[in-house]
């Protein structure tokens, strides 16, 4: 039987990603998770139909980034979901000064 006071866990990672996601309703989400993949399942729970993940960044400031991005677009319907299917060129085109790395995770 393992103690779990002494046991090491591995380090948890910080590592944050803004995604995009498009769902067949003809909305885009633009969020931030540290793993975009759950978050795409728990987002088909909750809407019902599963939406797609077209893209996923590596950025130092995601929730900076995410604020900026949100405040920069048009369309918006509720929190993070805008009308329309936006693209990865969308969202690059209005990070302004912050960073966006493709990551591979798509």
């Not at 498009?22 to 909750?46: D, E, F, Y």
């Not at 980034?65 to 969308?90: C, Q, V, Y």
Request: charged share 25%.
């Amino acid at each position: 039987r393992r103690n779990l006071q002494t046991m090491e866990c591995p380090p948890e990672k910080d590592e944050k990603y803004l995604y995009l996601f498009v769902s067949p309703l003809n909305m885009s989400k633009v969020g931030v998770s540290k793993n975009p993949a759950k978050r795409l399942l728990t987002l088909t729970t909750q809407i019902g139909v599963p939406p797609q993940m077209v893209a996923t960044w590596e950025v130092a400031d995601a929730f900076g980034a995410e604020n900026h991005i949100h405040k920069s677009l048009d369309g918006r319907m509720l929190g993070e979901w805008f009308r329309g299917i936006l693209t990865p060129e969308d969202i690059e085109a209005v990070s302004g000064k912050h960073s966006l790395t493709r990551s591979s995770i798509v």
